[in-house]
């Protein structure tokens, strides 16, 4: 199977195809990427970009803003606020943040054309379906060799989405889809700053473009994905991206999305909760030492080691322990902040941790041990690569989640949840 056959399963799939529990993490996925970009939309880098882009007017919204703006500016600017904090959601099968570049393109065309909420969940699914078979067929060296997956998987996801929105054939698809194999980039080394953000914003602004010059006849290699010299061969090491491409074609990759609870890079959570579990019984003022052993792939994500900066501070394993030791809350906001992770009292606890390696942990495993003044050993595993399989529960914890962020905006809440959890009823999207 090649990519282009995926299109087949996804052309013409309707939201009554879709199953009760797609549906559902789908609806959670939205609401969870909503309250992240209210929040978001509260950075300086939102403000940026809003002095930089504001002229070009439009039809579509801004959260956050009053500002109304054509689709792909729109769709730029909501991308970059849904990712500001670092808390929108990862997708175990996508290899990515799977939301944040394929809803704010979906939501700008969807305004644009007067598409219904249906229509908008529809092409969302179809936008991270793709995006998951595209992360199967590049392997996991193309995230380890630099490349942010959020920003290129992401231009895929944003593509396929926009062009199932926009009814394109396959023949369309396949040159949107080349056009997307130029647009997809984004590096890790910028983590930290705020062109990591920016990055989910431009690849659905990258997707609504592709789809839209497809659409109007523009030209394209629809090889330029898999094919000689395409994508794939140029950004990843993998042999037969093909036979890796038809690994899970039978699987809906939106339900192993796994959501934050920390406001900080995905990859620092495992470690948090194991600091958290041990701070539960042991004291600060005892410890001696904090080790923890994680794969050695997040050095090069999550492993800042004198973080200063809020931005810095979501990025360093060392760093957010520090804050867990304090307990200083890691499911606000606020604490990733310049003033709080320079304080003193982080920095001090920062010099206590040492962090280890072992290949044999996956990304999201971590094991901590704390050291005591007594030189005894106390040891705590941790492991989130699973995804819930409680979704009520899950949907219960996102809803609290979202009054938080709202909160931190100083929005109101209670007008705009109902809003999103009825979208599947709404005729036309409008914020």
């Not at 056959?5 to 609806?27: I, R, T």
């Not at 931005?311 to 003033?339: C, Q, Y």
């Not at 995804?387 to 938080?404: A, H, I, N």
Request: with cysteine; aromatic share 6%; hydrophobic share 40%.
């Amino acid at each position: 199977m090649d990519y282009l056959q995926a299109w087949d399963k996804f052309q013409d799939l309707s939201y009554d195809q879709l199953p009760d529990d797609v549906v559902k993490v789908a609806n959670q996925c939205i609401l969870d990427w909503f309250g992240c970009a209210i929040a978001g939309s509260a950075e300086p880098l939102a403000a940026i970009l809003g002095d930089v882009f504001g002229h070009r007017s439009g039809p579509c919204s801004v959260i956050g803003s009053e500002l109304r703006l054509d689709a792909q500016t729109a769709a730029l600017l909501n991308g970059a606020s849904g990712h500001a904090l670092d808390y929108d959601d990862t997708g175990a099968k996508t290899h990515c943040h799977s939301t944040a570049p394929v809803i704010p393109a979906v939501l700008a065309i969807a305004e644009e054309i007067g598409a219904s909420g249906a229509e908008l969940i529809t092409a969302f699914v179809v936008g991270v379906e793709v995006e998951g078979r595209i992360a199967n067929a590049m392997g996991s060296d193309h995230y380890a060799r630099g490349w942010h997956t959020t920003a290129t998987y992401g231009t895929f996801g944003a593509t396929a989405a926009v062009a199932h929105l926009l009814g394109l054939d396959k023949e369309q698809y396949a040159i949107a889809m080349g056009l997307a194999a130029t647009h997809a980039s984004g590096v890790k080394a910028n983590f930290g700053t705020m062109t990591k953000p920016y990055h989910p914003g431009h690849a659905a602004e990258s997707g609504i473009t592709s789809a839209k010059l497809a659409a109007a006849g523009f030209t394209a290699n629809p090889d330029a994905v898999m094919g000689n010299q395409g994508f794939t061969g140029a950004a990843s090491t993998v042999d037969d991206p093909t036979e890796r491409l038809a690994r899970g074609a039978d699987e809906w990759m939106i339900l192993g999305t796994l959501f934050k609870y920390h406001a900080a890079c995905h990859l620092t959570h495992s470690a948090i909760e194991s600091v958290l579990e041990l701070r539960t019984t042991l004291d600060v003022e005892d410890l001696s030492s904090l080790t923890i052993t994680v794969h050695p792939g997040l050095l090069d994500v999550c492993g800042i080691p004198e973080p200063k900066t809020g931005l810095e501070g979501k990025f360093s394993l060392r760093g957010t322990a520090s804050l867990a030791l304090n307990g200083i809350d890691t499911a606000s906001p606020a604490t990733f902040v310049d003033a709080v992770i320079s304080s003193a009292e982080v920095q001090q606890l920062i010099d206590k941790v040492s962090i280890e390696t072992d290949t044999g942990l996956s990304n999201f495993q971590s094991k901590t041990v704390w050291i005591d003044k007594q030189q005894n050993a106390h040891e705590a595993f941790n492991d989130l690569s699973e995804p819930v399989s409680d979704y009520d529960e899950q949907g219960r914890k996102l809803e609290q989640k979202f009054v938080s962020l709202c909160d931190f905006a100083s929005h109101e809440a209670h007008t705009m949840m109902p809003k999103i959890q009825a979208l599947a009823e709404a005729d036309t999207v409008t914020l």
